[in-house]
T-cell receptor, first 116, second 114 residues
Framework: AQKVTQAQTEISVVEKEDVTLDCVYE???????LFWYKQPPSGELVFLIR??????QNEISGRYSWNFQKSTSSFNFTITASQVVDSAVYFC?????????????FGKGTKLTVNP | DSGVTQTPKHLITATGQRVTLRCSPR?????VYWYQQSLDQGLQFLIQ???????AKGNILERFSAQQFPDLHSELNLSSLELGDSALYFC?????????????FGPGTRLLVL
């Protein structure tokens, strides 16, 4: 079975601090995709990144960066110089084939609070 | 704005009732997915439709059903509602018939069953 674990339930930081959100996944698939979504207080789910299992290059997008390590089955997300607007629940997700069909499985989420 | 629309935004109803949630996918997307987000279960996949046909099923109760119409909009029907059905229901869409693709989520419908 596929599983995503986000061990950090809640994180609180002060503005301008760097923060890393952890994501560990389990799958037997050789081809799979990993995602991060952001859910701000308004409730919608905002897509941040998609990464396939064959691409272990780290990715940077502005203040956001992602570290994919197959050896540890982790796909961690770092926010540099955090801002109050980064306050949200962040979900890591994994898609792959389960029982003959492809499904997206989410972690429980990490609630990030950035204080001014 | 993801381009996925959902109506209504909020719904308050009583136990035993039936409701219909509506979703319009992004222009050009053929797949629609439904998810339920509750405090205890987190985000759970319910069902997927692709171009009008059911493609995958997740943890969807028998009291729940869905369909996708020729214009590609989708409806999720929830019947014999129970207090535990109170949740945020999301619709997502993607271009093709694969959950390996990026799914873009709508703003959700918040259902409260009293």
């Amino acid at each position: 079975a596929q599983k995503v674990t986000q061990a950090q339930t809640e994180i609180s930081v002060v503005e301008k601090e760097d923060v890393t959100l952890d994501c560990v996944y389990e799958t037997r698939d050789t081809t799979y995709y990993l995602f991060w979504y952001k859910q701000p207080p308004s409730g919608e789910l905002v897509f941040l990144i998609r990464r396939n299992s064959f691409d272990e290059q780290n990715e940077i997008s502005g203040r956001y960066s992602w570290n994919f390590q197959k050896s540890t089955s982790s796909f961690n997300f770092t926010i540099t110089a955090s801002q109050v607007v980064d306050s949200a629940v962040y979900f890591c997700a994994l898609s792959g084939r389960q029982g003959g069909s492809e499904k997206l499985v989410f972690g429980k989420g990490t609630k990030l609070t950035v204080n001014p | 704005d993801s381009g996925v629309t959902q109506t209504p935004k909020h719904l308050i109803t009583a136990t035993g009732q039936r409701v219909t949630l509506r979703c319009s996918p992004r222009s050009g997307d053929l797949s629609v997915y439904w998810y339920q987000q509750s405090l205890d279960q987190g985000l759970q996949f319910l069902i997927q439709y692709y171009n009008g046909e059911e493609r995958a099923k997740g943890n969807i109760l028998e009291r729940f059903s869905a369909q996708q119409f020729p214009d590609l909009h989708s409806e999720l029907n929830l019947s014999s509602l129970e207090l535990g059905d109170s949740a945020l229901y999301f619709c997502a869409s993607s271009a093709q018939d694969s959950a390996l693709e990026t799914q873009y989520f709508g703003p959700g419908t918040r259902l409260l069953v009293l």
